[in-house]
């Protein structure tokens, strides 16, 4: 880059955020993160929120599945999280974006790690046609949740990556309170959750959502494609939340608790797996 292009390149930046700051003043927002007087994300926020993929694992009903999440779910990621799912601070849809768009580059060089963007690879080994385009499966919002809202955080996350994910996915019923319900409580209450609104054959799916608890959630999206003759290359998630196995006393029916899911995570998809209660 030559000193010109360098200088043009600063006072852009600079002018920029001098209009930032001045809409600070006339609108004030704080911080979703910190919550201190600020932008939507503060500087420090951002630094923590930078997406750093890895694969991580859940038990589901055919066995271990891997899922690549950018973030973990507590500290600043579990306070923008929420505050953008049910606090309005669609603001903060950006950085949680970038995040989210690392995750789902992650998974998908997992399938196919020379060619990017996955759409080819190491398929035929796993049974999956090479030729065969990999699509996004998000999992549905219940009504509930959107009328309160207004739209789906998954999916606006997704329009900010460029992506638009293949609606194929729709509740099957409704579902209990899943707020005092342990592990595998919760699983048992996903199961028979979701089912594809059509015949899916011979197509591909990643999955992706917004925070990973136990993976029942996942576990059932993948059921209800193969179910319809879909199959899953692999999942992402903007944040996942680290399972803790607790010393509990004699009579209680808890069996794993996750200890970041108290921090008010509102989880309100249709066959969500936190241990709170949910839309």
Do not use: W
Request: hydrophobic residues 45%; charged residues 20%; aromatic residues 2%.
């Amino acid at each position: 880059m030559n000193a010109g292009l360098r200088t043009l390149t600063a006072l852009a930046a600079a002018a920029g955020g001098a209009v930032l700051d001045a809409l600070a003043v006339l609108v004030p927002v704080v911080c979703a993160g910190c919550g201190r007087p600020d932008r939507s994300v503060c500087g420090e926020c951002r630094v923590q929120l930078a997406g750093s993929p890895r694969a991580v694992l859940r038990e589901g009903p055919e066995g271990a599945f891997a899922v690549h999440a950018a973030l973990e779910y507590e500290g600043v990621a579990a306070a923008v999280i929420g505050a953008f799912k049910d606090g309005g601070r669609t603001d903060a849809a950006p950085v949680l974006a970038t995040a989210l768009g690392d995750a789902i580059r992650a998974a998908l060089d997992a399938v196919a790690p020379h060619r990017p963007g996955g759409e080819v690879g190491h398929a035929a080994a796993s049974g999956r046609d090479p030729s065969t385009p990999i699509e996004i499966a998000v999992v549905p919002s219940t009504r509930r949740a959107m009328r309160e809202r207004g739209y789906a955080p998954v999916e606006l996350l997704l329009a900010r990556c460029g992506l638009r994910p293949a609606r194929v996915l729709r509740l099957a019923r409704e579902r209990a309170d899943q707020a005092a319900l342990g592990a595998d409580a919760r699983r048992a209450n996903a199961a028979g959750g979701l089912t594809a609104d059509r015949p899916l054959a011979d197509r591909s799916f990643l999955l992706v959502d917004d925070v990973l608890t136990t993976g029942a959630t996942m576990a059932e999206a993948a059921r209800a494609l193969r179910a319809a003759g879909a199959s899953t290359v692999g999942a992402a998630v903007l944040a996942e939340t680290p399972l803790r196995h607790v010393r509990l006393s004699a009579n209680s029916t808890e069996t794993l608790r996750d200890f970041a899911g108290r921090a008010g995570y509102g989880g309100r998809t249709g066959v969500v797996d936190p241990p709170f209660r949910t839309g």
